[in-house]
C-alpha cells in the first residue's frame, strides 16, 4: 500500500488538477463561444468539443475514480449498475479526448497540405459531423466494459467486494476486447498524431522554399499565404505538442511492459509503480492545458480572454458593491 503521505500528495494534486483544469477548460470554452478569436468556424467546433471532452475526463477520471471512490467507496459500490456505467464513462471519455485531437490535428493537415480537399473537408458541417461520430462510436464501443468485472460494497464487513463478471468461455475474447482497445488508444491516436505533425511540417518547409524561389528572400517575410499558413501551423503544435509529450510516459511505459513481460509491481513504492502514477497524471493533465495552448499562440485569443476576464472581474465587483 502506499505511504500515507504519498496518498495526501497525490490527492491533493488531484484536487489541484481538477480545480484549475476545469476553471482552464471553461473559461476557455466561453471565451471561444461569446468571442472572436479570428479562428474558423470549423475549428472553433473542434477546440469547444476538445474542451468538453476534457471537462468529462476531469470528472469522470479525476473527480470519481481518484478523489471520491478512495475517499468514500460505498458511494460508487452500493449499485452495481452505477460502477459499470462509471466503468463505460471513465474509459470513454478519455478515447473521445484523445480521438478529437486525432480528428483536429487531421483537420490542420487537410487545411494546409491538401488544397483541393480543403474546400470539402474543413467546412463546420464536415467538423459537426465527426465530433458527432468520435463522441458516438467511443461511447457505444466502450459498453462491452459495463459487463466486464462486478463490484459491490459489503455493509457488514465494510469491505469492497470483487468478483470476475466474465466466464471461463469468453476470457480469450476478453483478451482481443482488452487489445483492440489498448491498439485504438493510445497506439494508434499517438503515432498518428506524430506523423501528421511530420507530414505537415514537411509540407510547410517545402512550400517556403518553392514560394521564396519564386517571390525572392526579400519579399518572402510579406507573404500573406505564408503568414496564414504558420499561424495554423503554430495553432496545431499547441494542440498536438502538449498531447505528444504528456503522453509520451505512458507510451514508453507500456511498450516497456510488454517487452520486459512486467505487468505488475509489489508496492506503490516500487520504482515502476511510481513512473505509472507519474504517467498517469501526466497523460491527464493534457486535459488542463487549453488556455494556455491558445493564451500562448493566439494574439486576438489572449486580447479576447483579457476582455472576458474583466467583465467578469466588473460583474463581480458591481455584485459586491450592490449586496454592501
Known sequence: MPMESDVSVTARYRINQLVTGDMANLITMLTLQLRDCGLCKSTTIYLVAMITADVL???????????????????????????????IMSTAVIDCSVWLTVSFTFDRFVAICCQKFR????????????????????YFRRIPNYFTNIHYYDHKNLQNEHRDGLSIESKQAWRAFDWMNIILN????????????????????AASRV???????????????????????????????????LWMPTIGLFLFSRLTESYSFPDFNHPVAVIHESADMLSTLNCCTSTCMYALTQSKFRAELRRTLRCGKNRITKTTAARD
Not at 469522470?60 to 456505467?85: D, E, K, R, T
Not at 474543413?122 to 465530433?131: G, Q
Not at 495553432?235 to 498531447?243: E, G, V, W
Request: glycine share 4%; aromatic share 10%.
Open 186 to 205: 493510445p497506439l494508434v491516436p499517438y503515432f498518428a498524431v506524430v506523423l501528421l505533425n511530420l507530414l505537415t511540417v514537411r509540407h510547410v518547409l
Open 119 to 138: 474546400g470539402t473537408y474543413c467546412t463546420p458541417k464536415s467538423a459537426a459531423l465527426v465530433v458527432v461520430v468520435i463522441y458516438l462510436a467511443t
Open 57 to 87: 475526463v476531469l470528472s469522470f477520471l479525476v473527480l470519481v475514480n481518484h478523489i471520491l471512490v478512495p475517499n468514500f467507496p460505498q458511494v460508487l459500490y452500493l449499485n452495481s449498475v452505477a460502477y459499470g456505467l462509471n466503468s
Open 211 to 245: 514560394r521564396r524561389g519564386f517571390r525572392g528572400d526579400a519579399h518572402s517575410s510579406g507573404d500573406p499565404e505564408m503568414q496564414n499558413r504558420r499561424k495554423a501551423l503554430v495553432l496545431l503544435f499547441a494542440a498536438s505538442a502538449s498531447f505528444i509529450l
